[in-house]
Each structure stands twice: as C-alpha cells, then as structure tokens.
C-alpha cells in the first residue's frame, strides 16, 4: 500500500468515525430501575433479559437490577430470564415514576400473542452497564467481547479475529495455536500478556501477578463465555498493571436443562487437531459445567509441534436463594517443541527453516477456586474468593546467538520455574440514594496474596530429547526463591450528581514485599557461590478519577484518570544467559493512564466508541547493545528512561440490514466493523548519559494497528472475513534496524486476511476457515533469548475444518 493510498485509507476511517460522533441529538432522559425478581421467593434473577419496543435490549447486573436512563414515554417490552416464564407488559413512563419491579414464575413456555423480532445482540462487542456484580465501570473504557455472537476460529484460538474490535491490540505469536496468548495495547510489550491483569472468573491465572505476570496458560475459547476487558483505570480495582484487565468469564451449565453435551472436532494444515468435548446443565440447586480439550500440531516450521490437555470443571451450588458456594477447578499441561530464532538473511531465505532441534518448553496449571456469592439484598451484594496456582513451567535447548551452530555434544541450559500462589480476595457493593430516584454505587474490596516462586538454571548433558533435568544442585548457575506478599484495600464510589452525569473517584492501597533468596554462580568453572538474600518493602496510595455523562439513551462520555504502578519483575533482576546482562539496579515502573472518549450504539444500526488517551510510564525496563570493551556484544536490560504514549482508539460497526426498513428487526445479519488504533509512544527525560535515545520509538508500539472486516448471518449460515495490519515497529530502545544474529532490529509492518464460515443443521455445526489465506511471510518478535534468540517466523496459510455436535 503506497503513501498516497494510505492517507487516503486514514482519512476516510476518520472522516467515517467523525460521522458516528454526530449522528444522535441529546434526549430528555430520566432515571429507572427495573428489578427482576423470583415469584415466589422474592429474590434477584441476576442476568435476566428486557426489551423495549422491540430494538431496545438489556441485561439485568447480577442483583437483578436494570439501571437505565431513558426518554419519557410509552414502552412494550417483555422480561425474561432462563428457567423463568417470558412477562409482557406496557408501561407509560412519565416524571418520578422511576422503578418497578416484576416477579417471574420458574418455567419456561411460549407467551401466546407476543411476537419479539431482533431479540439478538447484533453486535459482538459492547460496553458493561455502569455496575454489574462486584466491579463498577461507569466512567472507565471498557469493553465485553460476546464469542458467542462472534464468528471466529475458536480451535486455534485466532487472537488477529477474537480480539479484532478492540482498537490498538497488538499481537505477538509465540505459537501457531494460541496456546501462549501475548497481547499489549498502547506501547505496552505483548510478550504474554504481562502488561495487563489477567484472570479467569475474577482470579489470577499469570504466573506470579507481583513479580512475574507472564501468562504461560491461556483458557481455550471454546469454554469461554465473554472476555472483559478494561484498560489501564482497572488498576484501583484489580491490581497494579499499565494494561488494565483481562478477565475471560467461563461458559456456566444451561440453567434450562439438566445435561447437555458438546463435542466439536477440528482438524487442520501441518498435522493440526483439536478436540473440545463438554458437558453441563442445571440438576435442582445445582449448576455444572466441564470440559476437555486436547490439541496438537507438527507445527509450520521445522523442529516445531506442541500436544496440549486442558481440563476445566465449575460446580455452582444454591445454598438458599441468597447465597451461592461456587468450586472451580483448571488444568493445563503442554509440551511443545521449540525451532530457535532466525536471522534476517535466514528469513528472507526461507522462513520456515530452523537450526535448531533441541529446544524444548513445557507447562503444568493447577488453579482450584472456591467463591461465596451473597446476595444480601437487591442492594447489597458481598463476593469472596479463595484460591491458589499451583505450575511450572520449563524449559532447555540452545540459547547461544543464532549464528553460532548447534553442537549437540554440548550441554543445553536449563530453566525452571516453580510457583507456589494463595489468595484471598473479598468485594462487596452498596447501591443506595443520596438524591431521590438517583443510584450511587460504592465497591470497596481487600485482598491477600502470598506467592513463592523457585527458580533454577543449570545444565542438561543428555542431547536432544525433553529432558528438563539438570546434573545436580552443585552445578546450578540459578537456585532462588522469591517469596513475596501483597496485601491491598480498595474502595471506589459512583456519584450519581444528576440523572446523566456521575463522578466516580476511588483509592487503593498497597503494601508489597518481594524477598530474593538464593545464589548465582556465573561461571562454571567458579566454584563459589554468590549468595543473595535481598527484601523490599514497599506501600503506597494510588488514586483515580472517572467521569461520565449519559448523552442519550444508548450514547454516553467518559474521562478517566488512573495511578498505576508496576513491580521489577523476577525475570529482569535474576537471570543468567548469553549474551544478556541485568542492571543490578532496576527500579519499580510507576505512572498513570488517562482516557477521554464516546461510545455507544444508536438503536440496532451502529455500534461504536471513540477515544483518545495519555500514558506516562517511568523507568521504562527495556534492552541495550553494549560492548564489554574486549569485542563482545551483549544485550543490557536496565530501566532506560521514562516514556510517554498518546494517541486515539477508534472503533464502529454498521449492521447493514438495519438500514433497510422492512428488514429492521431480523436476526440476518450483514455488518462491517473496523478498528483503528494510532500509537506515538517514545522515550523522553533522557538520562545525560543516553542522549542517543532522545525522541526513540519505544519498543513493540507500532504506530498503526488497524482491523476492519465484514460479518454476515443469514438463517443458519454464518462467517467472517478480515483484513489486519500492523505497522513496524522496533524490538529495542535503540530503534536498532537490524543484528548479525537476529534479535534485535526492525520488525516490518505486515497485513494477513483471514476468513471463517459456519453452517447450523439441527444439532450439527459445520465450519472451515483459512488463517492468513494470502500466504504472508511475516514475524512479530525478536527474541533475545528464550525460545530463540532470532526471528521468530509466524505461520503461513492454513486451512481449519470443524465438526460440531450438540446433545
């Protein structure tokens, strides 16, 4: 794509976005709450469904309370929720006639005379209501990916199409699967998602979440029911990460039926095969839901292949109509084989090729939860979840620069991890009225984390297989533990000041202590130890502002501003590797993010939001090429400076079939959606001493990082087709073009199309797509060590079919 054609392309998509900023005048609105109830039992029905007057719909948070802000005036509507009978009504909405409440019998029939068209979210991405369970997001960008209604290669977990209405995601494939997901936004590095908080069901799932947030386990898509994600004013709620959170909430048995089973079977290019087989239902108080999932492939390039097992089980258990115990349990175990990296001239010369064949990575994930939901009232709910991780993750092979051979006469080195994580984290809301008829909203939560994490590097001398064994504890280059606590309370308040605009400020507080225990032995042939035994104190308040204002119905305006801080990961203060060396004297990062945008939906026609935002991050930890002064070339991680990010997120889709007004309330669906993201991230307060740095693009920022696709439904034929592009960026501070081994250097802008289709038949689901279906040879890291060092290629095309049945 030439410049002139690229300009062209930008300034149609803001000239298009500028549009949807104009489309909806403000409306008189007041204030209702409408509160779904058990008949019988007067308790909440949390997520219970409303429409009105056929192309309004909504979702009830998990007391059973819809908030909404709506014109005066006559409404039809219906009510419904699963295992509950659908309710019809009318009501005429006028001044101070804010509430009302509807009690729903337990079973499901078919209400004569009420026809209901468009019931159907026709849009797979949307905002969260201001409250919803535990957590607040009025005043926060957010978003909630529906994989339901999104047409996606779930078996491969396609990040480019599950994550592609969320503007200025950048993507790092680490494997052909989607084993490892690595995903970052704003200039913040994707390698395994460590910028953001990561959770499943609301609990921790990285490897250690104060000093080692690398996300080795990813959930299978198939088992997930929605992603959430928040951007970086999580922080106040969930934790100390620039990124924000990254929730996936798990599928949950039907509450209609009391079994059901699902077995989808795909196979695909270069060996690959997956099968997803769950069962789950409703038996009296009882919700259950399971699944497992194995997956392998030989891999797209040479000395490549991965066997994977996942195994999820969640019971939900009605202790009485207010209080609910909930045990969760996860298993992951996977082993893959591993090519090295590449240089620049190897990947120009053939990309799939590898000079590598024994190098080796595995994981094992044991998560078990247990949660407590209390509803106390329909304006008091209190959660509390206890939970561990208990996973390793190793790996051994070759990890000398790419231009020296492999001599398998020589022994690999060896790193392992052992993590050891407890916690206890406790949320309670309060809905209550300062002003008539106007809903406040206060969170407030604590939580306690204890994790210990064991780290050893050494040497394998047994040749090529997976063997992650060292000879013994005398010969160990790494042996530390790095026990460490967190104990954190939150609390942050919805004001509601008029019926259309709230402030919502909010503090935490944090007390971390990280403790380094162990010794390094730098030199084999050095047989004394070097021993450690550091402890850091640290607490702290961060705090934050949120601001919005309900412009029409379905429109509203949203500022935020929000503290962040991240701790020195054990990673970069404790390592032993060729060809890198650790500043002994790395610094926590600290900083905050700022949002200001427009979002929202005008009636079932376009779905949009429209953001700009600022992100000051200090004492940036990022890699430099240093000499030694006796001719070596190593790579130096130290904090490099501090850095600055700004720049707008833009996302809209346009479900065609609405602009046709005999076809305004189907389910057929034909919608285009893009999302444009535009970065300028660079470091600034340069040190004296590094001047060379001055105005330098921060690492894995891509300027541009556009997704635009078209999404149809017609009966039971659904699909996909998309087209992403990435800007290049660079893989180092130095904004270096390129290395004689490969690791560090420009990584090239590059574009893929993908494209998935489905056909329903009664139980049966049938599905294909093709995944880069240009053949683009292209990559997304350089690595400096592990799994390389090099070029890490990205897969070429490759062809999925599916086969789906449900009982």
Request: glycine share 8%.
């Amino acid at each position: 794509m030439n410049s002139k054609n690229r300009l062209i392309y930008k300034s149609f998509a803001v000239l298009l976005f500028s549009f949807f900023l104009a489309l909806d005048a403000i409306a008189q609105q007041i204030p209702v709450s409408i509160f779904a109830k058990d008949s019988i039992s007067k308790q909440a029905i949390p997520f219970a469904r409303l429409y009105l007057n056929g192309d309004r719909n909504y979702t009830s948070d998990i007391n059973g309370v819809f908030s909404l802000g709506i014109e005066r005036g006559k409404y039809k509507g219906i009510i419904s929720a699963d295992g509950y009978k659908t309710q019809a009504f009318s009501w005429d909405i006028v001044a101070n006639e804010g509430s009302r409440t509807f009690l729903l019998q337990e079973s499901i029939y078919q209400l004569d005379g009420v026809t209901v068209k468009g019931v159907k979210d026709p849009f797979s991405v949307t905002s969260q209501t201001k409250t919803k369970g535990t957590t607040i997001y009025e005043g926060k960008k957010n978003e909630l990916i529906l994989l339901s209604s999104k047409p996606a290669n779930t078996a491969i977990n396609s990040t480019r199409q599950i994550y592609a209405k969320i503007a200025g995601v950048n993507i790092i494939e680490n494997d052909d699967a989607g084993v490892q997901l690595s995903i970052g936004t704003r200039g913040l590095n994707p390698n395994r998602t460590t910028a953001f908080n990561s959770r499943q069901n609301g609990y921790d799932i990285s490897a250690d979440p104060i000093g080692y947030p690398e996300n080795y386990y990813t959930p299978p898509t198939d088992g997930v029911e929605s992603i959430e994600i928040i951007r970086g004013a999580a922080g106040l709620q969930f934790g100390t990460q620039f990124g924000g959170l990254l929730n996936f909430n798990m599928k949950k048995g039907s509450t209609s039926k009391p079994f059901e089973l699902v077995t989808k079977q795909t196979a695909g290019s270069y060996g690959f095969f997956n099968s997803f087989n769950s069962i789950g239902g409703q038996q009296k108080n009882l919700n259950y839901y399971g699944f497992y999932n194995y997956k392998r492939s030989d891999g797209w390039r040479k000395n490549t292949g991965f066997d994977i097992h996942n195994g999820y089980a969640s019971l939900q258990y009605a202790l009485s109509k207010k209080l609910t115990l909930g045990f969760d349990y996860t298993f992951m175990d996977y082993q893959m084989k591993q090519p090295g990296g590449l240089t620049d001239i190897q990947f120009k010369q053939d990309a799939r090729q590898s000079t590598r064949s024994r190098n080796w990575f595995a994981a094992n994930w044991n998560i078990p939860a247990l949660s407590l939901d209390y509803t106390i009232d329909s304006n008091n709910f209190l959660s509390v979840k206890t939970y561990a991780l208990i996973a390793t993750r190793k790996n051994v092979g070759n990890l000398n620069p790419i231009i020296f051979p492999d001599d398998a006469s020589q022994p690999r080195i060896v790193m392992n991890d052992e993590y050891r994580n407890y916690f206890v984290e406790s949320r309670y809301i309060h809905h209550y009225q300062l002003v008539e008829n106007l809903k406040s909203s206060l969170v407030g939560g604590l939580r306690f984390y204890h994790g210990n994490t064991h780290r050893i590097q050494g040497y394998n001398y047994t040749g090529s297989n997976a063997d992650f064994t060292t000879r013994n504890g005398d010969e160990l280059q790494i042996d530390y533990r790095f026990p460490s606590y967190n104990l954190a309370a939150f609390a942050e308040n919805i004001f509601q000041v008029t019926d259309k605009f709230s402030v919502t400020p909010g503090v935490r507080f944090e007390f971390l202590e990280t403790n380094a225990k162990g010794y390094t032995r730098p030199d084999t042939s050095i047989t004394q130890q070097v021993f450690g035994n550091e402890s850091v104190n640290r607490s702290f308040p961060l705090f934050g502002l949120g601001l919005a204002y309900q412009i029409t119905n379905k429109t509203n305006a949203y500022a935020n501003f929000s503290q962040n801080f991240s701790p020195v990961n054990f990673s970069d203060i404790v390592i032993i590797q060729p060809a890198t060396r650790i500043d002994p004297n790395l610094k926590d990062v600290k900083g905050y993010n700022v949002d200001l945008g427009y979002r929202g939906r005008f009636g079932n026609l376009v779905n949009f939001d429209v953001s700009g935002f600022y992100m000051l991050y200090k004492n940036r930890v990022g890699t430099l090429l240093q000499s030694d002064g006796g001719g070596e070339i190593y790579q130096y991680k130290t904090n490099i400076s501090d850095s600055r990010s700004f720049g707008t997120e833009l996302y809209a889709e346009i479900n065609l079939l609405h602009l046709i007004p005999s076809l305004k309330y189907t389910e057929d669906k034909v919608s285009i959606y893009g999302s444009v993201a535009y970065t300028n991230a660079s470091y600034i307060n340069i040190p004296a001493d590094r001047k060379q740095f001055e105005g330098k693009q921060v690492e894995y920022a891509a300027p541009w990082i556009d997704r635009f696709g078209i999404d149809y439904l017609f009966g039971a034929l659904s699909g996909t087709i998309q087209y992403s592009y990435t800007d290049a960026q660079f893989s180092d501070a130095t904004n270096a073009f390129s290395s004689s081994d490969g690791s560090v250097g420009l990584i090239p802008a590059y574009h893929a199309f993908d494209f998935t289709t489905s056909y329903k038949f009664k139980k049966w689901k049938l599905s294909m797509s093709i995944n880069n279906f240009t053949d683009e040879k292209y990559f997304t890291r350089r690595a400096i060590g592990f799994p390389g060092p090099g070029i890490i290629s990205s897969e070429g095309r490759a062809i999925y079919g599916t086969l789906q049945f449900t009982f």
